[in-house]
Nanobody, 124 residues
Framework: QEQLVESGGGLVQPGGSLRLSCAAS????????IGWFRQAPGKEREGVSC????????LYADSVKGRFTISRDNAKSTVYLQMNNLQPEDTAVYYC?????????????????WGQGTQVTVSS
C-alpha cells in the first residue's frame, strides 16, 4: 500500500528552525518528484517545494526561497524539508505528496498519495 508519512512538526518561536521528514513506502512505480505543501486555517493548500527523485533538482515557492531547503535520501525513501528563520505566516499543516508528471511544478492538482500532514506552529 502506497504511503507517505510526515513527521517533525512542532511549536517553534519566530526565527527558529524545524526539519520535516516525509517517508515513502509501498510504491511499486517510480514517482517523478515529491512535493511539500502547506495549508493554513481558512486558506488553500499551497505548494512549498519539490524535489526530483532522479537528480535532486529542486523548486521553491517564492515565499520560502532562501529559508527552506529540500533534500532527499533515496536509500531511505525519505525527503526532508529544512525550515529556517520560521515566521508566524509559516504556521500551517505541512503535507507531502508525489507526482508522476515529468515536470517540476508546485501545482497540487498533479500530486497524489497525500500524507496525513504534520502541524507547524510558529509563535512567541
Amino acid at each position: 500500500q502506497e504511503q507517505l508519512v510526515e513527521s517533525g512538526g512542532g511549536l517553534v518561536q519566530p526565527g527558529g528552525s524545524l526539519r520535516l521528514s516525509c517517508a515513502a513506502s509501498g510504491f511499486t512505480w517510480d514517482y517523478f518528484a515529491i512535493g511539500w505543501f502547506r495549508q493554513a486555517p481558512g486558506k488553500e493548500r499551497e505548494g512549498v517545494s519539490c524535489i526530483r527523485r532522479a537528480d535532486g533538482s529542486t523548486l521553491y515557492a517564492d515565499s520560502v526561497k532562501g529559508r527552506f531547503t529540500i533534500s532527499r535520501d533515496n536509500a531511505k525513501s525519505t525527503v526532508y524539508l529544512q525550515m529556517n528563520n520560521l515566521q508566524p505566516e509559516d504556521t500551517a499543516v505541512y503535507y507531502c505528496a508525489v507526482t508522476r508528471l515529468p515536470t517540476m511544478t508546485l501545482a497540487k492538482i498533479v500530486f497524489g498519495s497525500w500524507g496525513q500532514g504534520t502541524q507547524v506552529t510558529v509563535s512567541s
